[in-house]
């Protein structure tokens, strides 16, 4: 009996073709040896042996030396930008990925046990050392947020004070602060019960910070940016280095009362409360406040036009999840 091919596909792929599937009727999706996943006029660059699509969405997965998960609509995987592990609860994982989610997964089933999507992708996050159900996560929107994963819908404080892609961050060991580094070229550290005011760290020479890790005895802080240098800050700026003698100790104790007792004070508080900020900085924050009272006066005159039940104000912490996939 002769055979007959009722369609080829001629140089589909160069070398051994490992897999094949349909994602509709229409569409093939193949993979070989050359390191091409083709989805028949949509291409990506892959070395795969396995691929098999899902039956009711458009993602599909390849195995070479890892397992990827696709979208056909797009030519390049879902990237993970950070994972953690509790440090309580070891079999808790934690990650951010670049398709604007975050996941937690449970090593022992070896399944997400729950995941939202946010409004903005999350770069970096960070388990409390203190609180087990505690979590921070940096943000592409300039913000940082603690939440508590048992409620996921909302965060629990936010943290406003970079004007720019906040790319990494790390708690203190004694889980009462932590540091945040961003594409503003600032290093910030913040005190958790408060979302603003944090002290900021910044030099002439650098460039972009992308990585932020503080020390175990929490004096020091350590920073990577761009310019291919790490730094290393001291974790409060006006503490002394060396021995300190007692008198010098009760001194210093003395001082931090005095300012802790008047902080409400306006003049005792405006200078507490100044920070020094490189000009760009400084001109890119000034915009930023212009930009926030521009839109806050924007949607105030659109509730005075809209009828009563149509006009109540969304609070800004349930603005940040969208959604929860099951």
Not at 204 to 222: H, P
């Amino acid at each position: 009996m002769e055979r007959t091919h009722l369609g080829r596909l001629p140089q589909a792929h160069k070398g051994k073709v490992t897999g094949l599937c349909f994602t509709d009727e229409s569409r093939l999706l193949s993979c070989g040896v050359d390191r091409n996943v083709k989805l028949w006029k949509i291409g990506s660059m892959y070395s795969g042996s396995s691929i098999d699509h899902q039956r009711s969405s458009s993602l599909f997965a390849t195995a070479s030396t890892l397992v990827q998960v696709w979208d056909e609509t797009k030519s390049v995987t879902f990237r993970v930008h950070s994972v953690r592990f509790n440090q309580s609860e070891t079999s808790i994982l934690a990650s951010v990925g670049s398709d604007r989610t975050f996941t937690l997964y449970d090593i022992r089933t070896g399944k997400a046990e729950r995941r939202v999507v946010m409004q903005m992708r999350a770069n970096a996050l960070s388990w409390s050392p203190t609180f087990p159900t505690g979590i921070l996560l940096a943000s592409e929107d300039h913000n940082l947020y603690t939440f508590d994963i048992r409620h996921l819908d909302s965060p629990s404080l936010i943290y406003k004070g970079h004007v720019a892609a906040v790319m990494s961050c790390d708690w203190s060991p004694t889980g009462t602060e932590f540091v945040s580094g961003g594409w503003d070229r600032t290093v910030r550290i913040w005190q958790t019960e408060q979302g603003f005011a944090p002290e900021v760290y910044h030099t002439k020479q650098m460039q972009r910070v992308s990585s932020t890790i503080f020390t175990n005895d929490a004096r020091f802080v350590l920073s990577g940016s761009d310019d291919g240098n790490v730094r290393i800050w001291k974790g409060k700026a006006s503490e002394k280095l060396g021995i300190v003698t007692a008198r010098e100790r009760a001194a210093i104790e003395y001082k931090s009362s005095l300012v802790e007792r008047w902080k409400m004070d306006k003049e005792v508080g405006k200078v507490v409360r100044k920070r020094h900020l490189p000009k760009p900085v400084y001109a890119a924050h000034k915009l930023k406040n212009t930009m926030l009272d521009s839109r806050r006066v924007k949607e105030e005159r659109k509730r005075k036009h809209t009828r009563a039940s149509e006009s109540k104000p969304k609070a800004e912490r349930k603005k940040v999840v969208l959604v929860e996939q099951s």
